[in-house]
């Protein structure tokens, strides 16, 4: 697991304790905080994902390029 993953992580659940609690103590604005937190974390995980992909599929061709 890289560092950018690691860190995707953490701010996830870094987000669902915030959720949590402002959910507990009835605080709406932390409540949407650890919501956006979550979000944004989620879609930088999309992202890192998209970048593998990519990755691997240049690796792929160059790969295969150096074969014939």
């Given at each position: 697991?890289?560092?950018?993953?690691?860190?995707?992580?953490?701010?996830?659940?870094?987000?669902?304790?915030?959720?949590?609690?402002?959910?507990?103590?009835?605080?709406?604005?932390?409540?949407?905080?650890?919501?956006?937190?979550?979000?944004?974390?989620?879609?930088?995980?999309?992202?890192?994902?998209?970048?593998?992909?990519?990755?691997?599929?240049?690796n792929k061709v160059l790969g295969d390029?150096?074969?014939?």
């Amino acid at each position: 697991m890289s560092t950018d993953e690691l860190k995707n992580k953490a701010e996830g659940l870094g987000g669902k304790a915030k959720e949590a609690a402002g959910s507990a103590t009835g605080n709406e604005q932390l409540e949407n905080e650890g919501r956006a937190d979550q979000t944004v974390a989620g879609a930088k995980e999309k992202a890192n994902e998209a970048k593998n992909k990519i990755a691997d599929g240049v690796n792929k061709v160059l790969g295969d390029a150096g074969e014939k």
